[in-house]
């Protein structure tokens, strides 16, 4: 039976095992791009995955790949367990652990025994050619092999075939030595940007294995003992569906995302989120798989199957990121498809006009005029864009797997590119700039006179709040329940019963009837005739016109006062946009608010950074908005709540939404969350965003500029075989590590 793929907007993600360097990713690319009804194909070394669109034969295109000499594994939505030791050791480690490179090693070292002889004057020269010839057929021909496939299969020359035929052209030209130099360097260099790439991965591979494999589920006993305790069942956590229980001793990483059914403890979300302090846990709190319990013990219910868990989510997202080229990446890829064969030309024409058309030697003997031939030879491999191709990937995922370890997803390298690049942040106030949570500030009665401070103690006040909280218990609105809160905290909530016949009027209050009285809480448009008959009416107009929220209290028809809420300013935002001046004091940052001007402006005036304020606005007009200032001042970032904001959130260049650990929908509507809810990670992932454009600039810089000098050494004569092999892989590994800065604390605000 043949096994088909259909379906455009569903591409096939497989994982490619056997890539050594970034030009293995080029030719398994156009390999398959050549494959019947294969309409686009990505293939991202750093990553090791491969997405292909179109009604392909799933099984040419797998067989193809192992044609070239490489391995499909898992799909890409399951990452692998792995983990690569660092240091010397590791490295040593993660080389002899591949079986190509194991003939190298041994043999490497017996060249080097057999040259330390020669050197000793042991008349070790006939030991030492047998060994040299010997590392050419061993080593060179897996890598000659690859270079064939890559022609016939891919019709590209691949760096491998450039090595080849190096090595072929120097024992040719009497140069045995450096061409088994040039195939043991390669190969090295090879492994050792492998392993670079491998420690890479690790970083994405960390965000799985931060949730435990089991979890302890409670099953009731099988008596009918109501009293009897439950029984322990040890359960791997795949097996864990919603509804179950799971108990989480103190100190242990919680195994599943549930709400705490019992208990209260502290608890270290700082893996999802990047907040570096425990927060506090009870009862009908949310809790997510891979966090930290503290101190206490908790009963959880499962919410979610194990593969929608959130810590699933964030590494299949950032996954997906990763294998997804940014602009910058697919420039250098179409550069890197032209750049090899001029090269190629370039040497043929090096080796071949000096002595047709010059007189030039053909042939040479050694430095400084090794022959015209020889130079061809070091421009061959030169030829190897493997540098310049891998140091934009390599950087773009180490900082989004960076920024997603600091609690920031970024959906790919594109947006990471974007954000670099927004001229003019535009912010929703309720939920971004503001908690979202209301609360009680101040209270207003006519028995009283503390002119709307807080007045805990004061006791027409007090039974002011109360009899407000016995109607506002029957509303879901933020406003009545910051009421009924504010109550409890003062002990009031059971001075007057729960009101009887509660009517909802939308968007102005609420009422109930309370022993035979008609209780109204509201704005002053639902009391407004009884507003006047209130003493304090223009002070109630004065709060209201200074964007002081509040709710009148009519007993009977009788105005008992009023009660003053507010949403609070969240404690990170003027920070965060002072640190976003510092990043850029070119920055603009304008508020995109439903609510009242006035409120607007008095949160404005509270942070003292927004150049614009636009305040009223239906979630149309916010869309409207953005594509405004999308024009006005170039690109825009939209920062919202993620659901509310979703129609302005998708038409901004870049949309960041709040809250993702708590909000799925969030995380799959914007282009960056932060995880954690804190407007603060804002200024972390525009720092690192605009450090990693640096860096990809020095990578492509440093990649060209070794080149170039490469060129400059190697046309006059001064460069050998194996100094070029050098350059190749010094540049490449240089420009890796590079990259790999970005996974390195201490690189944000």
Same mark, same amino acid.
């Given at each position: 039976?043949?096994?088909?793929?259909?379906?455009?907007?569903?591409?096939?993600?497989?994982?490619?095992?056997?890539?050594?360097?970034?030009?293995?990713?080029?030719?398994?690319?156009?390999?398959?791009?050549?494959? *019947?009804?294969?309409?686009?194909?990505?293939?991202?070394?750093?990553?090791?995955?491969?997405?292909?669109?179109?009604?392909?034969?799933?099984?040419?295109?797998?067989?193809?790949?192992?044609?070239?000499?490489?391995?499909?594994?898992?799909?890409?939505?399951?990452?692998?367990?792995?983990?690569?030791?660092?240091?010397?050791?590791?490295?040593?480690?993660?080389?002899?652990?591949?079986?190509?490179?194991?003939?190298?090693?041994?043999?490497?070292?017996?060249?080097?025994?057999?040259?330390?002889?020669?050197?000793?004057?042991?008349?070790?020269?006939?030991?030492?050619?047998?060994?040299?010839?010997?590392?050419?057929?061993?080593?060179?021909?897996?890598?000659?092999?690859?270079?064939?496939?890559?022609?016939?299969?891919?019709?590209?020359?691949?760096?491998?075939?450039?090595?080849?035929?190096?090595?072929?052209?120097?024992?040719?030209?009497?140069?045995?030595?450096?061409?088994?130099?040039?195939?043991?360097?390669?190969?090295?260099?090879?492994?050792?940007?492998?392993?670079?790439?491998?420690?890479?991965?690790?970083?994405?591979?960390?965000?799985?294995?931060?949730?435990?494999?089991?979890?302890?589920?409670?099953?009731?006993?099988?008596?009918?003992?109501?009293?009897?305790?439950?029984?322990?069942?040890?359960?791997?956590?795949?097996?864990?569906?919603?509804?179950?229980?799971?108990?989480?001793?103190?100190?242990?990483?919680?195994?599943?995302?549930?709400?705490?059914?019992?208990?209260?403890?502290?608890?270290?979300?700082?893996?999802?989120?990047?907040?570096?302090?425990?927060?506090?846990?009870?009862?009908?709190?949310?809790?997510?798989?891979?966090?930290?319990?503290?101190?206490?013990?908790?009963?959880?219910?499962?919410?979610?199957?194990? *593969?929608?868990?959130?810590?699933?989510?964030?590494?299949?997202?950032?996954?997906?990121?990763?294998?997804?080229?940014?602009?910058?990446?697919?420039?250098?890829?179409?550069?890197?498809?032209?750049?090899?064969?001029?090269?190629?030309?370039?040497?043929?024409?090096?080796?071949?006009?000096?002595?047709?058309?010059?007189?030039?030697?053909?042939?040479?003997?050694?430095?400084?005029?090794?022959?015209?031939?020889?130079?061809?030879?070091?421009?061959?491999?030169?030829?190897?864009?493997?540098?310049?191709?891998?140091?934009?990937?390599?950087?773009?995922?180490?900082?989004?797997?960076?920024?997603?370890?600091?609690?920031?997803?970024?959906?790919?390298?594109?947006?990471?590119?974007?954000?670099?690049?927004?001229?003019?942040?535009?912010?929703?106030?309720?939920?971004?700039?503001?908690?979202?949570?209301?609360?009680?500030?101040?209270?207003?009665?006519?028995?009283?006179?503390?002119?709307?401070?807080?007045?805990?103690?004061?006791?027409?006040?007090?039974?002011?709040?109360?009899?407000?909280?016995?109607?506002?218990?029957?509303?879901?609105?933020?406003?009545?329940?910051?009421?009924?809160?504010?109550?409890?905290?003062?002990?009031?909530?059971?001075?007057?019963?729960?009101?009887?016949?509660?009517?909802?009027?939308?968007?102005?209050?609420?009422?109930?009837?309370?022993?035979?009285?008609?209780?109204?809480?509201?704005?002053?448009?639902?009391?407004?005739?009884?507003?006047?008959?209130?003493?304090?009416?223009?002070?109630?107009?004065?709060?209201?016109?200074?964007?002081?929220?509040?709710?009148?209290?009519?007993?009977?028809?009788?105005?008992?006062?009023?009660?003053?809420?507010?949403?609070?300013?969240?404690?990170?935002?003027?920070?965060?946009?002072?640190?976003?001046?510092?990043?850029?004091?070119?920055?603009?940052?304008?508020?995109?608010?439903?609510?009242?001007?006035?409120?607007?402006?008095?949160?404005?005036?509270?942070?003292?950074?927004?150049?614009?304020?636009?305040?009223?606005?239906?979630?149309?007009?916010?869309?409207?908005?953005?594509?405004?200032?999308?024009?006005?001042?170039?690109?825009?970032?939209?920062?919202?709540?993620?659901?509310?904001?979703?129609?302005?959130?998708?038409?901004?260049?870049?949309?960041?939404?709040?809250?993702?650990?708590?909000?799925?929908?969030?995380?799959?509507?914007?282009?960056?969350?932060?995880?954690? *809810?804190?407007?603060?990670?804002?200024?972390?992932?525009?720092?690192?965003?605009?450090?990693?454009?640096?860096?990809?600039?020095?990578?492509?810089?440093?990649?060209?500029?070794?080149?170039?000098?490469?060129?400059?050494?190697?046309?006059?004569?001064?460069?050998?075989?194996?100094?070029?092999?050098?350059?190749?892989?010094?540049?490449?590994?240089?420009?890796?590590?590079?990259?790999?800065?970005?996974?390195?604390?201490?690189?944000?605000?």
């Amino acid at each position: 039976m043949v096994a088909s793929h259909k379906g455009r907007d569903a591409p096939l993600r497989l994982r490619i095992g056997g890539m050594d360097c970034a030009d293995c990713a080029l030719t398994i690319e156009r390999a398959i791009a050549q494959l *019947d009804a294969v309409e686009t194909v990505s293939v991202n070394f750093t990553t090791e995955t491969l997405e292909a669109w179109g009604e392909f034969d799933r099984d040419a295109l797998v067989a193809r790949i192992n044609e070239l000499g490489y391995s499909t594994g898992a799909s890409i939505d399951k990452p692998r367990h792995a983990n690569t030791s660092r240091g010397v050791q590791g490295f040593l480690a993660f080389l002899w652990r591949r079986p190509g490179n194991r003939a190298a090693i041994v043999l490497g070292v017996a060249l080097l025994a057999g040259l330390g002889l020669e050197l000793a004057g042991r008349g070790a020269a006939t030991l030492t050619a047998i060994l040299q010839l010997a590392t050419i057929a061993v080593v060179g021909m897996p890598i000659g092999i690859r270079g064939l496939r890559s022609l016939l299969l891919a019709r590209r020359i691949a760096i491998d075939l450039l090595i080849a035929v190096a090595a072929i052209g120097a024992v040719a030209i009497g140069a045995t030595g450096e061409a088994a130099a040039v195939v043991l360097l390669y190969t090295l260099g090879e492994a050792l940007e492998a392993y670079c790439a491998e420690r890479s991965r690790d970083s994405l591979r960390g965000l799985l294995r931060l949730r435990p494999e089991q979890a302890i589920r409670l099953r009731r006993a099988e008596t009918t003992d109501t009293g009897a305790p439950d029984r322990l069942e040890p359960v791997a956590v795949t097996d864990l569906v919603p509804g179950d229980h799971i108990l989480i001793r103190p100190g242990e990483r919680i195994p599943a995302d549930g709400w705490v059914a019992e208990g209260r403890s502290s608890v270290d979300e700082s893996a999802l989120t990047g907040e570096a302090l425990p927060v506090e846990r009870a009862t009908g709190s949310e809790v997510f798989a891979g966090t930290i319990n503290g101190e206490g013990t908790l009963r959880v219910e499962v919410s979610r199957l194990a *593969d929608d868990f959130t810590i699933a989510q964030i590494a299949r997202l950032v996954g997906e990121a990763q294998a997804r080229k940014s602009a910058a990446e697919r420039h250098v890829d179409r550069f890197a498809q032209w750049y090899t064969p001029a090269v190629v030309v370039v040497a043929l024409a090096v080796a071949s006009i000096p002595p047709l058309f010059f007189g030039q030697p053909f042939l040479g003997t050694a430095l400084p005029d090794p022959g015209w031939a020889y130079r061809g030879l070091a421009l061959l491999i030169v030829a190897c864009p493997c540098a310049l191709v891998i140091s934009i990937p390599v950087t773009v995922v180490s900082a989004l797997t960076r920024l997603a370890n600091l609690g920031v997803l970024v959906k790919g390298g594109a947006l990471l590119q974007e954000l670099a690049q927004v001229r003019v942040f535009a912010f929703d106030k309720t939920g971004t700039l503001t908690r979202g949570q209301p609360i009680v500030t101040g209270t207003r009665s006519p028995e009283c006179a503390h002119d709307g401070a807080a007045s805990n103690g004061c006791e027409p006040c007090d039974d002011l709040v109360a009899l407000a909280a016995a109607v506002a218990a029957g509303s879901e609105h933020p406003y009545a329940k910051a009421v009924v809160a504010d109550a409890m905290s003062r002990s009031l909530a059971d001075r007057y019963p729960v009101a009887e016949s509660i009517t909802a009027h939308t968007g102005r209050g609420v009422s109930g009837q309370l022993a035979g009285r008609e209780i109204t809480v509201g704005n002053v448009a639902l009391l407004k005739a009884a507003t006047a008959a209130t003493a304090n009416a223009a002070a109630l107009a004065q709060d209201s016109a200074e964007g002081r929220s509040l709710m009148l209290v009519s007993d009977a028809g009788r105005i008992k006062g009023c009660i003053y809420v507010e949403d609070e300013l969240h404690p990170a935002t003027r920070g965060t946009l002072e640190k976003l001046r510092e990043l850029d004091p070119g920055y603009r940052f304008v508020m995109l608010t439903g609510d009242r001007r006035s409120v607007a402006e008095r949160v404005a005036a509270a942070v003292g950074q927004f150049d614009d304020i636009r305040a009223e606005l239906l979630p149309d007009q916010k869309l409207e908005a953005v594509r405004e200032l999308e024009q006005q001042s170039g690109k825009a970032a939209m920062v919202g709540d993620g659901i509310n904001d979703a129609p302005a959130l998708a038409a901004a260049r870049l949309g960041i939404a709040m809250g993702g650990a708590g909000s799925h929908h969030a995380m799959e509507v914007a282009d960056i969350v932060l995880m954690g *809810d804190d407007l603060a990670q804002l200024p972390t992932a525009v720092a690192i965003s605009r450090k990693t454009q640096r860096v990809i600039t020095e990578n492509i810089m440093l990649s060209l500029g070794l080149k170039l000098a490469f060129l400059a050494l190697a046309i006059p004569g001064f460069a050998t075989l194996w100094m070029a092999v050098l350059a190749d892989v010094g540049a490449t590994v240089l420009v890796t590590l590079n990259g790999m800065r970005m996974l390195r604390a201490g690189d944000h605000p």
